[in-house]
């Protein structure tokens, strides 16, 4: 099983072979990818930021797949209820997309005669930048986001897997970081400076032996004017089920147990609920019927549903955080 690290630890042995299998509040995990012996194409690697308030939930993406390289990103508009969404594919990635070795440090960007986009941290900031022509209907997107990241604490993962010693999945979920800037989209212009808007980065560095079907839920609202995050995966290991599951209430990280979701992801219009064998955890997810319809897409290898959270989560003291009304993403992802 697996258990919460409390010091630094390398991920790779010197033998290439996964080291640690556990979790951890703080960013402690080693990615010493040069001592990892798997083959280069199959390594992934990912830089994903959400960006969200009342107004919009702004997704983008940068990442190596070994084989190619891609830009992805989706923008929803809350208030009119329609969404914007696009995907470029790129070979030679080695060369086009250098991801950083560490979620601390290290910048990642891509330019071309349609795009421009940049990914910076200095310091406990982070600095998104964005000119993206012919986004998503003859629309282009614009955006310049500064992210402090509040010394927030974050829920960081190293996983093995039994079948393959040289594969693994490394991953940080750092949420409730603070967001200003600007977003332009089309004839549409989100001032994040007037709006809590807060920001999520998802670093994850990966091989897996087989292809995974693996499931996120992923929401946030207010509760006693406390900014709640939940965080909810099924694990891609047979023995790593519950290990992200976590809430951070006002940057705190309280781990959570092992869920199970019902729910049907080829109709996207199902309800899905996600409880504990103790019942100390029990979420429902509601698809948006806004307008008629529920808002979703498919992007580059990932199934995305909108919708709104409700229920209930019992902490180890007893007291009741209620989950009610939560926007909230549910993410089914190929990897």
Known sequence: MYKEYLDTVSVFETNGEVKPFGWSK??????????????????????????????????????????YGFLSGFLIDLDGF???????????PLVKFRMPESSLSGDVAYNDNQIGVKFSKAGSKRFLKCDFLDFYDSKNLYFNIEIDENNAESMNVTIPFESNKTSFFVKRFLPQ????GLVRFG?????LDNEKTSATLIWERYSTPNKENYHQLIAEGYYNKKLITLQL???ISDDSAGIENCLFIDGKMRKLSKVKGKGRFSDVHSTWTFEDEERNIYIEFLPSNKNGGALHT?????????????????????DVIKIDGFDGLLV????
């Open 233 to 235: 995966c099924d694990g």
């Open 298 to 318: 498919e992007i580059d290898k990932r199934k995305i549903i909108y919708g709104n959270f409700y229920g209930h989560i019992f902490d180890e003291k007893g």
């Open 82 to 92: 329609k969404m914007g969404k696009k995907v470029v594919k790129k070979m030679l």
């Open 187 to 191: 004839g549409s212009e989100y001032d």
């Open 26 to 67: 703080e960013p402690i995990f080693f990615y010493n990818k040069i001592n990892s012996s798997g083959s280069v194409f199959k390594r992934k690697e990912s830089d994903t930021y959400i960006v969200h308030n009342n107004h919009l939930i702004l997704t983008v993406t940068l990442a190596n797949l070994g084989a």
């Open 332 to 335: 089914n992802s190929i990897i």
């Open 177 to 180: 970081m603070k967001a200003t």
